[in-house]
């Protein structure tokens, strides 16, 4: 029973690129949380999504970055026109449809704008 | 107001030692708590959820005070892999599922 996999490990953007971060969710689970964590912070949520539907965007910075969980495939993060203050970790949880909150947590994407 | 806040840290303790970690948070409309463990750029993992009426989980205690919004984490008899970050975790409240408000934590190395 696969945990949350989230894709690429690292991934490296010289500024001005796109980077697109990807997120499998427990098999199961239909909700599904991005949360980033700047160096030397904690994590901040970002943005709550269900199969096809943004549920609460309210941590997303305003521009170049948006989300997306299609009825079939990954979760996705996109950043456009990557700046050096978009280097972090960035995590992404699931959980399912009911119950308990989001206790999976996939290893993460270390994004290093170059 | 941090919606999370956090002992700073860091906190060196010898092994066998017992530690205490304080944690407060804002929105009184919370209703989920946990503390989560990090080891160095890992992921987040559950350490414990919190309850009302405090709970244990071999030497690790957890307490709750809705009144004055107050969440603590005791660690017993300190081992050396109890070493990590610990984060103090509180649901963002009824709009956002189970959207989670993380402190920035607080770091213990506990030493032979």
């Known amino acids: 029973n696969a945990g949350v996999m989230q894709n690429p490990r ?7 690129q796109e980077a697109r971060l990807r997120c499998s969710p427990m098999k199961g689970h239909s909700h599904v949380y991005w949360y980033r964590q700047l160096p030397e912070e904690g994590l901040k949520f970002m943005v709550y999504l269900q199969k096809e539907n943004i ?8 521009e170049r970055f948006s989300a997306e969980f299609p009825k079939e ?4 993060l996109r950043i456009q026109q990557v700046v050096r203050g978009d280097s972090a970790a960035y995590f992404c949880a699931s959980s399912p449809p009911t119950g308990n909150p989001p206790q999976h947590f996939g290893d993460g994407t270390r994004l290093s704008i170059l | ?9 860091p906190f060196n303790v010898p092994e066998g030692a017992t530690v205490a970690f304080n944690c407060t948070y804002s929105n009184s409309a919370s209703q989920s708590f946990f503390w989560y463990r990090q080891d160095c750029r890992k992921e987040p993992k559950l350490l414990m959820s919190v309850y009302s009426s405090g709970n244990e989980d071999g030497r690790f205690t957890a ?11 005791l660690i017993r008899d300190s081992k050396l892999s109890d070493s990590a970050t610990y984060l103090c975790v509180v649901n963002k409240g009824s709009n956002s599922g189970y959207a989670l408000n993380f402190g920035k934590g607080t770091s213990l190395l506990v030493t032979p």
């Open chain 1, 55 to 62: 549920i609460d965007e309210s941590g997303m910075p305003k």
């Open chain 2, 63 to 73: 307490q709750l005070n809705r009144a004055s919004q107050y969440i603590s984490l």
């Open chain 1, 10 to 16: 690292h991934l490296v953007r010289r500024r001005g």
């Open chain 2, 1 to 9: 107001r941090k919606e999370v806040e956090q002992d700073p840290g």
């Open chain 1, 73 to 76: 495939g990954p979760s996705i």
